[in-house]
Nanobody, 124 residues
């Protein structure tokens, strides 16, 4: 079992930055592909970024967001820069029990564990 807890969300003006953290506990953290997803108001959950043997990004965040992990701290981060109002969403951390690649890392159904989420609101 893996337990995930997100933090770092909040209210920020457009053009600003936030860094989300996801602390993991339980089984070997480094063995998992970790992902970030978001769910905008009234919309379905969508892929943001993932990290395993490589990093993967949604086109909408490429060049603005950076995913990274600190294995020693069992933590994965999402650095979000140049934030836009359309980035407003609940952000969720997820862990997959199997290695994921570019075509599979983007699908929420391939992740086994989820955090409770943290809200990010970007004002215009």
């Amino acid at each position: 079992q893996v337990q995930l807890g997100e933090s770092g969300g909040g209210l920020v003006q457009a053009g600003g930055s936030l860094r989300l953290s996801c602390a993991a506990s339980g089984r070997t953290f480094s063995a998992y592909t970790m992902g970030w997803f978001r769910q905008p108001p009234g919309k379905e959950r969508e892929f943001v970024a993932a990290i395993g043997s490589d990093t993967y990004y949604a086109d909408s965040v490429k060049g603005r967001f950076t995913i990274s992990r600190d294995v020693a701290k069992n933590t994965v981060y999402l650095q979000m820069d140049s934030l836009k109002p359309e980035d407003t969403a609940g952000y969720y951390c997820a862990a997959a029990g199997l290695p994921l690649e570019s075509s599979t890392a983007v699908r929420a159904r391939n992740y086994d564990y989820w955090g409770q989420g943290t809200q990010v609101t970007v004002s215009s």
